[in-house]
């Protein structure tokens, strides 16, 4: 790693660099709260089902971030999770795609495997992110000159040297699925795919926690990750933070225009962003048994 040289930046101006030191400062603003909250007994309410549960805290957290961000940038649109949208929907050159908790569930369980994640998008390219992990105080970050781990830049110079890492046995695989709705909707293909991965590779991890995954994969700290049916706040941050440290980050699946469009049109948390499955590989990665798994579930969804 190399200590981070991008010049000082001004608040509210709406380059890349700007934009990740607002992003910032708002997600360090949540971090207080948070950590006074973890393992204090947070109560909650099933969202959809006992395993997507929403508290008092992911709503407060989130009317932080709506009130940082778009005091810093009137002009902006603010997507967020819990239901802030600001007034300027669709119109506005730059968007923050926000989730103010990802990982409730371990948040309420007292597992510190959550992390608060914010994207700025500007015509909806990703320009600049941020994953706040308050727990263990890390910010993962990235702007158009590379990613960050606090202030220090991630530096890939070495890995472009390396011999690509293949090998799955020595690789280390974050997913959350199956979840028990993929096990509903995939049947015994769910858990044959599962056990495939854990006997393929040597470490296989369930954080359900997806920005504070690919953040991890950013790092370098894990090799591989995939997910199936996450929202565009769910990934928007972290999958940019893995393309700018040098990875992989990739949408796969069925998400053309036409559908995408029908599809945003009869559901508010469909993001252009969205698509039925994605894949990230951090550095120097590769894994063909990952690939090819997600491949073999999506046509199996397709044909019903
Ligand atoms: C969850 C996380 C998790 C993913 C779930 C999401 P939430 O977000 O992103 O990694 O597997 O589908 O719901 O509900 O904790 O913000
Ligand atoms: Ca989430
Ligand atoms: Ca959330």
Known sequence: MTQDSSSAVSPNALDSASLRAVAIAAAQATGPGLRAAFRGGVTSRE???????????????????ADYLLNAYP?????????????????AELEWIVDPIDGTSNFVHGIALFSVSIAATINQELVAAVVYDPI????????????????????????????????????????????????AEDGPLAL????????TFATVRRPVS??????HVAAGWSDVWFGFGLKAWDIAAGAFIVQQAGGHFEAIGDATADTLAQRISEDDDVHPLTAPA???????????????WITRILEHRQRG
Not at 49 to 62: C, M, P, Q, S
Not at 147 to 175: F, V, W
Not at 278 to 292: D, W
């Open 47 to 65: 969202k959809t089902n006992a395993h997507d549960l929403v508290t008092d805290f992911d709503e407060d957290t989130e009317r932080i971030l």
């Open 75 to 91: 002009e902006s649109t603010f997507w967020g999770e819990e239901d802030t949208q600001s007034d300027s929907a669709g119109g």
């Open 136 to 183: 263990a105080e890390i910010v993962f970050s990235a702007d158009e000159f590379g990613a960050y781990i606090n202030d220090t830049k991630i530096s890939r110079e070495d890995d472009a040297s390396q011999p690509l890492r293949s090998d799955e046995r020595s690789l280390s695989l974050l997913t959350d699925y199956p979840s028990a709705e993929a096990i």
């Open 192 to 199: 044959e795919a599962f056990g495939d991965l854990v006997t």
């Open 210 to 215: 997806s920005a504070q995954s690919l953040a």
């Open 278 to 292: 994605y894949f990230a590989l951090g550095p120097g990665v590769e894994s063909e048994t990952t690939y090819g």
